[in-house]
């Protein structure tokens, strides 16, 4: 499977439990994947504005940081209304309506809802563990389910777990890189040139013309 049919299987599950959150019991393929792809293009453009805002600000050191976001969501629109920054300093105050918008609904109840149908806080009547208020997402439940020891060892160095660690690889024939291998390698075929050539020689400089041409 490539990266970006496995980022898409990923996605779908996260847009089948908005809808379901928002009363949608059903729906076409063709209508979830148009949906998967409005919603990967808009999370790559927020990555991407929120990177190139890292590398402007703080381009010694480019991770970003809360206030990158922060811009990334402007640009993307997702932070409205909000007034200009010559309009902020004309009225001597920050607008922050747009902030306190996107606040309240992660606050919600439908951002509760949506959290509710994925699995993250506990539906009405359920037993819940004191010590584990929140449910296992979907994904890690799937892991679990799908590997028998229940050990996140069988996906590191996958993009379901964590980066393994790197280690050299022994190429066969006992050379530790890739650069030495290739020096060997360049090393036996001028030796097997030069036993080549070593082995034609030429006629005596004492034979007549004739005797070359016999030879």
Known sequence: MSGSNLHGALLRPPIIQILRAHGFHSTRPSVLESLSDLTARYLMILASSTAAH????????????LEDVYQALQDAGAIRPQLREWEEEWAGEEDLRGLESVLGWITGPAHREIRRIAGFVPSEGDMVDPDAIEKEDYLTALKK????????????????????????????????????????????ASESVESDTSGVSSAPSNLSEEDEMEV
């Open 145 to 188: 389910k799908h590997s028998k020891t229940g050990e996140e060892s069988r996906y590191a160095g996958t993009v379901l777990g964590k980066n393994a660690e790197e280690h050299p690889i022994v190429i066969e024939g006992g050379a530790p890189s890739i650069r030495e291998w290739g020096t060997q390698a360049r090393t036996r």
């Open 54 to 65: 890292a590398a402007n600000s703080h381009a010694e050191d480019p991770s970003p940081v």
